[in-house]
C-alpha cells in the first residue's frame, strides 16, 4: 500500500534554525530517501517551497477563487513530502519516524487511496 508521509512544521521557528542544522536534515532525507529506495519503499519525496509561494483555488457556484498562500490557517504548514510503498501502517510510522522534519514538526502518514483509470508514470 502507498503512503503520503506530509511534513508539517512552523515556518516561523523553522527560519530561526541555523543554515548548517537545515543543510544537516537535507542530506540526511536525501539518506533516508536512498535508504529506503534500497528496500524497494521509495516512490517520490521533496521538501516544498515556503507558503508565500502557495496559492489556493476553490470553486464556488462555478466560479474560481484563488486566494494567496495555504488553504488553513495553523501554525505548522505543509513542508513537503514523501511518497512510500509499506506494508502497512506501522511500517509507515517507522519510516515516518525518520524523517528528519518529525523533529522540528509534525509527520502526517495517510494511505493514498488507489483510484482506477489515473495515468500511472
Sequence with gaps: MKYMLLVHHDEEAWSQVSETD???????????????????QYLDASPLLPTSTARSVRVRDGRPFVTDGP???????????????AKDV???????ERVPGARWGTVEVRPVREVAGLPRK
Design 22 to 40: 537545515k543543510d544537516r536534515a537535507l542530506d540526511e532525507s536525501v539518506r533516508l530517501t536512498h535508504q529506503i529506495n534500497a528496500t524497494g
Design 71 to 85: 488553504f488553513a490557517e495553523t501554525r505548522e504548514q505543509l513542508a513537503g513530502y514523501f511518497l512510500i510503498e
Design 90 to 96: 506501522d511500517e509507515a510510522i517507522a519510516i515516518a
